[in-house]
C-alpha cells in the first residue's frame, strides 16, 4: 500500500459562501494536513483521512475571520480543527470520481459527497512522485452548527446556508 501526503505548499483548502446573496466571499485554511492511502495507480481504492486547523481561516478580512472563528460560527477554541475520512471512492470514469465520507465540523460528524478530478501523477524536479485531485462540493453549515444568521432590511439573508467547496491537492508519495 502506497501513503501519500498533502503538500501543503501546492495545495488549496478554499470555500465560498454568498453574502447578501449577490456576491461570493471566498476563505481559505491556511494550516491543513491530510494523506491518501492506496494500493491501485489511479487512487480507485484510496482512503483519505483530512484535517484543517481552524483558527488559520483566512478570508482577507481581520474581523471577519475572527468572527468566523468565534463561537457564532466554527468555535475555535472548543473545536480546533475540522476533519475528514472518507468511506468510499469510486471512479466515475476516465479522471473523475465521487468521494463520500464523514466531515466533522464544531463537534458535527455528517456524511458529504464530493466530486474529484484526478489529474494525474508526474515526478518533481527533485524525483519525488507527485499526484493531483481538484475536489468540489457543497455543504450546510447549518447543519453542522454553523447557524448565526441576521436578516438585511430587505428581509434578504447577509450569509448563505450553502457552502462551496473548492479544493485543489497535491500529493507527494511516501517513502
Given at each position: 500500500?502506497?501513503?501519500?501526503?498533502?503538500?501543503?505548499?501546492?495545495s488549496?483548502?478554499?470555500?465560498?459562501?454568498?453574502?447578501?446573496?449577490?456576491?461570493?466571499?471566498?476563505?481559505?485554511?491556511?494550516?491543513?494536513?491530510?494523506?491518501?492511502?492506496?494500493?491501485?495507480?489511479?487512487?480507485?481504492?484510496?482512503?483519505?483521512?483530512?484535517?484543517?486547523?481552524?483558527?488559520?481561516?483566512?478570508?482577507?478580512?481581520?474581523?471577519r475571520?475572527?468572527?468566523?472563528?468565534?463561537?457564532?460560527?466554527?468555535?475555535?477554541?472548543?473545536?480546533?480543527?475540522?476533519?475528514?475520512?472518507?468511506?468510499?471512492?469510486?471512479?466515475?470514469?476516465?479522471?473523475?470520481?465521487?468521494?463520500?465520507?464523514?466531515?466533522?465540523?464544531?463537534?458535527?460528524?455528517?456524511?458529504?459527497?464530493?466530486?474529484?478530478?484526478?489529474g494525474?501523477?508526474?515526478?518533481?524536479?527533485?524525483?519525488?512522485?507527485?499526484?493531483?485531485?481538484?475536489?468540489?462540493?457543497?455543504i450546510?453549515?447549518?447543519?453542522?452548527?454553523?447557524?448565526?444568521?441576521?436578516?438585511?432590511?430587505?428581509?434578504?439573508?447577509?450569509?448563505?446556508?450553502?457552502?462551496?467547496?473548492?479544493?485543489?491537492?497535491?500529493?507527494?508519495?511516501?517513502?
Amino acid at each position: 500500500m502506497a501513503t501519500w501526503a498533502i503538500d501543503p505548499l501546492h495545495s488549496e483548502i478554499q470555500f465560498r459562501v454568498k453574502h447578501l446573496v449577490i456576491s461570493n466571499v471566498t476563505g481559505s485554511f491556511q494550516k491543513f494536513e491530510g494523506k491518501v492511502e492506496a494500493d491501485k495507480e489511479d487512487f480507485s481504492d484510496a482512503s483519505i483521512a483530512f484535517s484543517a486547523d481552524i483558527d488559520s481561516i483566512f478570508t482577507g478580512n481581520e474581523q471577519r475571520d475572527g468572527h468566523l472563528k468565534s463561537g457564532d460560527f466554527f468555535d475555535a477554541a472548543q473545536h480546533p480543527k475540522l476533519s475528514f475520512q472518507s468511506t468510499s471512492f469510486k471512479k466515475v470514469s476516465g479522471d473523475e470520481f465521487t468521494l463520500e465520507g464523514d466531515l466533522s465540523i464544531k463537534g458535527v460528524t455528517k456524511p458529504v459527497k464530493l466530486e474529484v478530478e484526478f489529474g494525474g501523477t508526474t515526478k518533481d524536479l527533485y524525483g519525488n512522485t507527485k499526484a493531483g485531485f481538484e475536489i468540489k462540493g457543497k455543504i450546510s453549515r447549518k447543519a453542522f452548527g454553523l447557524t448565526w444568521d441576521a436578516v438585511t432590511e430587505a428581509g434578504g439573508a447577509v450569509v448563505s446556508d450553502e457552502i462551496r467547496l473548492i479544493l485543489n491537492v497535491q500529493v507527494a508519495k511516501q517513502a
